[in-house]
């Protein structure tokens, strides 16, 4: 932080009746609670005064705990011990605190890498809580009283072991933003015909299949800015899906992850068009295409676009390439199965970051002059037919990074400092990282 802004926040903090703040963000170790704590930072430093509060054995009086933490308005660990100590530990300081009273102001509680911590039922007595964080925790269930929390507007959940919901969850009608675990397919199950939710404006990792209702279900939540799911749906289904996802008018970000039916492998992906959605930015699909027409249907606000195992069969670029800011590209494994890539003058004028990950068919890549004049990343991984880098990438003057990994050693030769071949097309380039 810089100097400046640290000095105002240290001195807005001294009139707010908050302890010190160090460069870490912690409590100074030189500094005593004298008085009322409103946002109190878990460094697991015996120096600070908070410690034996938290993790020892403290029998401070109920009287001198309440005048501590009674105005905490926020609470952050950085407890990342592995094993069920710092579970406990926090859960039996919650508990201990909400029982005398503490904590009736407190807003934002954030548990990022505290190993399962062990939320107690009497959490439901936080009503001002607003901020719940609790991302790589890998905790396994919620407490069904969570479902009281009804000023809740963040709830983090992602890298949890959580598959299932509580069905309270549903009542929190104040919740904005919602994370859940993609990976350990977290399902999203709405009550069909009911109203809650439905101005939730981030759901991402959901995980949805057949015992999800779409219709007077998914279809109800009409105010998302980012949605991304994981999903196992028949094609009857997925067109339900696809055609709620083109209502969506004020989404800015969409990830969407097909998968097959023991959620190893990609499986068919279907979308309708997507111009309609004006704010859209971001996309990333996972899985096979099935209408690749969609492609010129992609919408003109699109900044960056990720495909992964779409199985193209035709060269993606002359339509990408009608996309007038696109910044961010990257086509990865099995996205595009043809042998020749031809990137045309004057196409994607904007593109700054550009990505091909192990397209196993692509042979031929030609760069004309005049296009991606402003590309400054390029990463070539795994395109193992690939014989060389393109003539036009020597035209690329404000290139700053070309990442080779796990390519042919006969491609690397061609680009060898000063005795490849191809070293004159790349000469320019100030960072050459080649790796496997």
Sequence with gaps: MHHLLRGNWLSKAKEANSPPVNSKGSASKSSHYTSMV????????????????????????????????GELCSFVSFDSREGPVPGEEIGNFFLKCIAVGCFKKLQVVDLEGVFRPKLPDSIEKLT??????????????????????????????????????????????????????????????????????????????????????????LDRLINLRKLGLAFQLILLEQKSLANWITKLNYLESLRLRSLDHEAAQASNIYLLPLSGLKKLSSIYLFGRIVNPVIMDNFPKSLTEITLSVSGLIEDPMPKLEKLPILRILGLYAGSYCGRKMVCSSGGIPLLRILKLWELEELDEWTVVEGTLTILRQVEIRSCNKLEMIPDGLKFLLHCRELMITNMPDEFKARISESQGQDWHKIAHVPSIIIKD
């Design 38 to 69: 409103l946002q109190l930072a878990d460094h697991l430093d015996k120096q600070d005064e908070c410690f034996p509060h938290i993790h020892g054995n403290n029998t401070v009086s109920s009287s001198s705990l309440k005048k501590i933490y």
């Design 128 to 217: 001002p809580l607003r901020y719940l964080g609790l991302r790589w925790t890998y905790l396994q269930t919620l407490p069904s009283s969570i479902g009281k929390l009804l000023n809740l507007r963040t709830l983090d959940l992602k890298r949890t072991y959580i598959s299932t919901l509580p069905v309270s969850l549903w009542k929190m009608k104040q919740l904005q933003l919602l994370y859940l675990s993609e990976i350990f397919c977290c399902k999203f199950v709405p009550p069909r015909n009911n109203n809650t939710l439905i101005d939730i404006q981030t759901l991402w990792g959901a995980y949805v299949n057949e015992e999800t209702p779409i219709k007077d279900g």
